[in-house]
């Protein structure tokens, strides 16, 4: 694809989503909140669990763009 051509900076056609382009349901932002707040608090382990296609994947990313954005380790 000519990304140039059709002024896009990236690929659209991705086969994983970009965790910059994420919108979270409510159910998802409550669970980030919940498991950002763990970690804050010294917890290092965390199990997300869901059927097929809810959004774990996508909650993973986003927690993990989001502890690589604000430099926490």
Request: charged content about 10%; proline content about 4%; overall charge positive.
């Amino acid at each position: 694809m000519d990304l140039a051509y059709w002024r896009l900076s990236q690929n659209p056609y991705r086969i994983t989503m970009s965790p910059g382009h994420v919108s979270l349901l409510p159910s998802q932002a409550l669970a980030a909140q919940q498991i950002s707040r763990a970690f804050v608090q010294g917890e290092r382990v965390g199990i997300i669990l869901g059927s097929a296609g809810i959004g774990k994947t996508s909650l993973a990313q986003h927690l993990v763009a989001q502890v690589e954005a604000e430099g926490m380790h």
